[in-house]
């Protein structure tokens, strides 16, 4: 229902509707409000979008909290001029959702980190790379990070390097492969002349026939945080 409400909504002329969704005080109307805003509003309001949408994250219910980390990644997709106290606020809001139950909050949370760039953020997501326990938590890790900007350090490459090693051998079907491969390449594509030589050796077991074996996975130390 609230997604069929939200797509009325989006239908009709943004200015039918904007003072609407600015006088809700809370809850899930307002950040089905904000939702539907940031994906129909011009550039330029967008930087009140993630003002207002910060302003009511106090709540942490999986619902709530995925509405406003939505609305924050659609805002940072497409292009929005933060000033200090917006960045700061979505760095202070990832931090307190970072030890949220849900598993749905925490595919936001890579997301976020990554395109916000937290302070962090890249060791951040190669410890829950290291930490994931399924495939497809790997491959969103690993989506999020070939997209990190940098700084990279030569260990953070040579850890996603080992993990594209690896998984030459997970199973998944032709699509699969083609994801990984695709994933592999553009993180390829960003590396400079001296980092290429730096990690000539990870690159060439990339490029060795898939029936090589891959160094084994290393258990890294558990840290609580």
Same mark, same amino acid.
Not at 185 to 205: F, K, Q, Y
């Given at each position: 229902?609230?997604? %069929?409400?939200?797509?009325?909504?989006?239908?009709q002329?943004?200015?039918t509707?904007?003072?609407?969704?600015?006088?809700?005080?809370?809850? +899930?109307? %307002?950040?089905?409000?904000?939702?539907?805003?940031v994906?129909?509003?011009? @550039?330029?309001?967008?930087?009140?979008?993630?003002?207002?949408? $910060?302003?009511?994250?106090?709540?942490?219910?999986?619902?709530?909290?995925?509405?406003?980390?939505?609305? $924050?990644?659609?805002?940072l997709?497409?292009?929005?001029? +933060?000033?200090?106290?917006?960045? @700061?606020?979505i760095?202070? +809001?990832?931090a307190?959702?970072? /030890?949220?139950?849900?598993?749905?909050?925490?595919?936001? =949370?890579v997301?976020?980190l990554?395109?916000?760039? @937290?302070? /962090?953020? =890249?060791?951040?997501?190669?410890?829950? +790379?290291?930490?994931?326990?399924?495939?497809?938590?790997?491959?969103h890790?690993?989506?999020?990070?070939?997209?990190?900007p940098?700084?990279?350090?030569?260990?953070?490459?040579?850890?996603?390097?080992?993990?594209f090693?690896?998984?030459?051998?997970?199973?998944? /079907?032709h699509?699969?492969?083609?994801?990984v491969?695709?994933?592999?390449?553009?993180?390829?594509?960003?590396?400079?002349? /001296?980092? %290429?030589?730096? $990690?000539?050796?990870?690159?060439?077991?990339?490029?060795?026939?898939?029936?090589?074996?891959?160094?084994? %996975?290393?258990?890294?130390?558990?840290?609580?945080?």
């Amino acid at each position: 229902m609230r997604f %069929r409400s939200r797509v009325a909504l989006e239908r009709q002329p943004l200015a039918t509707w904007r003072e609407r969704v600015r006088a809700e005080s809370g809850g +899930l109307a %307002r950040g089905e409000g904000l939702l539907a805003r940031v994906r129909m509003a011009p @550039a330029e309001e967008r930087p009140e979008i993630v003002r207002e949408a $910060l302003d009511g994250a106090s709540d942490t219910g999986e619902t709530e909290s995925l509405l406003v980390l939505r609305v $924050l990644a659609i805002a940072l997709a497409r292009g929005v001029t +933060l000033g200090p106290d917006e960045t @700061a606020g979505i760095h202070a +809001l990832l931090a307190r959702l970072d /030890g949220h139950p849900s598993a749905l909050v925490q595919r936001e =949370l890579v997301e976020l980190l990554v395109a916000s760039a @937290a302070p /962090g953020a =890249l060791d951040a997501v190669l410890a829950r +790379l290291d930490r994931a326990t399924s495939q497809e938590e790997e491959i969103h890790c690993v989506h999020a990070l070939v997209r990190f900007p940098g700084p990279w350090t030569p260990d953070a490459h040579r850890r996603l390097l080992a993990w594209f090693a690896r998984a030459r051998g997970y199973r998944g /079907g032709h699509l699969l492969s083609q994801i990984v491969a695709r994933m592999q390449a553009d993180l390829l594509a960003t590396l400079v002349e /001296g980092e %290429r030589s730096d $990690l000539a050796a990870e690159i060439a077991l990339l490029e060795s026939p898939a029936g090589e074996a891959a160094p084994p %996975r290393q258990a890294r130390p558990f840290v609580k945080h």
